[in-house]
């Protein structure tokens, strides 16, 4: 598929059901159940009881005191409890009784996979494009974003946000899954579109487009295992997208093209965390959720993105389109996109990695390449550099998702200068 093609909000999701963010068990919207609000002060309701379906999911009885659930069409958006008469809107997952954001019931959820081997920087890469998308590139594109949840609130500041931006310290390896349930991170991306034309004339000047997004990533040893993957990573199958990050470190001939001595373990010390290993994995669980036969390429959009590219040599990036920044008009740079795609393609065949695109070309209808920085400069002794967190293009790779999922328009600011004669 073309890198300027769109491809359409699936249907097949919708009439299936929703998948639960948390869980990610597809559930019929009118299974939904609701949990009562409580009482508090003067205002009658159910006192708490311990939830042993949630605790079971939590894999503790703590913060699993709530009040009961109880059945009622999930296709209402409120519900009157069968036992103390008061109203509620708070839905919840019939199989994990998670909360369920009205938001996310109400909206297209999107579930992104963050996928990449140990030490592919996949935490630092979402704490930076949250930050990015809350601030910079947030008002750039007319758009907020708000956690859908307490917990996503909780788990941004103190894994993310509070450590790389606010301590600048290098945060930790994703920790195995196996050593418990880790929660997703659930937004709603909420962005205000100006129409033009008839569109206009027709419906107003300005419209507002809502996403939900759910990020989720992976510890690198989860990939190793099929047995662990069946049981604790059922959000591989779920994902409607994949972001793929590489550490041009981890490439057989890229190590040449970095500025410094790289530091750390030869990419061929461990073949389980090699990429292709890893993205073939993915690719196994996706076909396995979709039910495409081999020798068809999955529907799924997949961007695969070379991380730290700041530690290339200067040389290397002197003419890159690589070295450019984006327009940063509120919109995908359709003629930037494509080059920087044929950029990386022609580096990953140049360092002996070339395998990486042939296999996403035959794999995959809807593939596309990035070069990203998420601190944008060499770290020191486990502590972000001296210049602080410096993001290169890290939103770039969600960007042209968003395109995908028709919530970004598309423009060629180069091709419009060329017919003008600029």
């Known amino acids: 598929m073309s890198l300027t093609s769109r491809v359409p909000l699936p249907g097949a999701r919708a009439r299936q059901g929703l998948t639960c963010p948390y869980c990610f068990a597809v559930v019929p919207v009118h299974e939904l159940r609701f949990r009562c609000r409580g009482g508090a002060g003067r205002r009658p309701g159910c006192a708490p009881v311990l939830d042993e379906t949630l605790a079971a999911y939590l894999g503790s009885t703590a913060g699993a005191s709530l009040p009961p659930v109880f059945s009622a069409s999930g296709r209402r958006t409120r519900a009157a409890c069968p036992d103390c008469g008061q109203e509620t809107g708070n839905r919840v997952c019939p199989e994990c009784h998670n909360p369920l954001p009205a938001a996310y019931c109400d909206s297209p959820g999107r579930i992104v996979a963050l996928v990449g081997a140990k030490n592919a920087g996949k935490s630092t890469y979402i704490a930076v494009l949250l930050h990015e998308l809350m601030n910079r590139v947030g008002t750039e594109l007319d758009a907020s974003l708000v956690a859908c949840d307490d917990r996503t609130i909780d ?57 939900v997004l759910v990020l989720f990533d992976t510890a690198g040893e989860d990939l190793r295992s099929r047995h662990v993957t069946d049981l604790h990573l059922r959000y591989l199958e779920a994902a409607d997208a994949v972001i793929f990050l590489v550490d041009p470190l981890q490439l057989p001939g890229a190590r040449a093209a970095v500025a410094a001595d790289p530091a750390g373990p030869d990419p061929g010390d461990d073949p389980d965390s090699e990429p292709i290993n890893i993205i073939a ?14 020798g068809r390429r999955l529907p799924v959009p997949v961007a695969l993105a070379l991380t730290k590219i700041d530690a290339l040599r200067p040389e290397l990036l002197r003419q890159s389109a690589l070295r450019r920044d984006r327009s940063g008009e509120g919109a995908l740079d359709l003629d930037d996109r494509e080059a920087v795609d044929a950029e990386v393609r022609a580096l990953l065949h140049r360092w002996q990695a070339g395998q990486l695109d042939l296999f996403l070309d035959q794999q995959y209808e809807d593939y596309a390449l990035f070069g990203l920085s998420a601190l944008g400069g060499m770290p020191e002794d486990g502590r972000v550099g001296p210049g602080g967190v410096r993001p290169y293009r890290a939103e770039d790779p969600l960007l042209w998702l968003l395109y995908r999922f028709g919530m970004l328009d598309g423009v060629r600011p180069q091709s419009s200068r060329r017919d003008s004669g600029g």
Do not use: I, M, N, Q
């Not at 937004?187 to 004339?201: K, M, V």
């Open 155 to 211: 788990r941004y500041k103190r894994d993310f946000a509070r450590p790389l931006l606010e301590e600048r310290r290098l945060l930790p390896t994703t920790t195995s899954a196996a050593a418990g349930p880790r929660e997703p991170l659930v937004y709603l991306l909420t962005r205000t579109r100006t129409r033009r034309g008839r569109a206009a004339r027709l419906g107003g000047g300005r419209r507002t487009e809502s996403l």
């Open 281 to 294: 994995r993915v690719t196994e669980a996706l076909r396995a959720r979709h039910g495409t036969p081999p």
